[in-house]
């Protein structure tokens, strides 16, 4: 079983910053990927950004070159630094966890880009 916990969520006004952090209660390097993920209120979830074993990352294109997700193997953590953000960032932000027979999900962080 693997926990994951996202923090750094918030209220942040247009071409501001955050950034989320995820902690894995397991090796993070056992994992086949990391990501994340969002659902905006009446939408469907979709990938933000993904990170494999091998540290190949993917971006969805409406957040390439403004998001860059990164991890650190030695705390287990996955961290997604967002810039420039825009109100259609706005979402609840969740981390994600595949493993070879499984996939995890985090209780999801709120980001709301508004002035």
């Known amino acids: 079983q693997v926990q994951l916990v996202e923090s750094g969520g918030g209220l942040v006004q247009p071409g501001g910053s955050l950034r989320l952090s995820c902690a894995a209660s397991?090796?993070?390097?056992?994992?086949?990927?990391m990501g994340w993920y969002r659902q905006a209120p009446g939408k469907q979830r979709e990938l933000v950004a993904t990170?494999?074993?091998?540290?190949?990352?993917n971006y969805a294109d409406s957040v390439k070159g403004r998001f860059t997700n990164s991890r650190d193997v030695a705390t287990n953590t996955m961290n997604l630094q967002m810039n420039s953000l825009k109100p259609e960032d706005t979402a609840v932000y969740y981390c994600n966890a595949l493993l070879p027979s499984s996939e995890y999900w985090g209780q999801g962080t709120q980001v709301t880009v508004s002035s």
């Open positions: 397991g090796s993070i390097f056992s994992f086949v990927a």
């Open positions: 990170i494999a074993r091998g540290g190949r990352t």
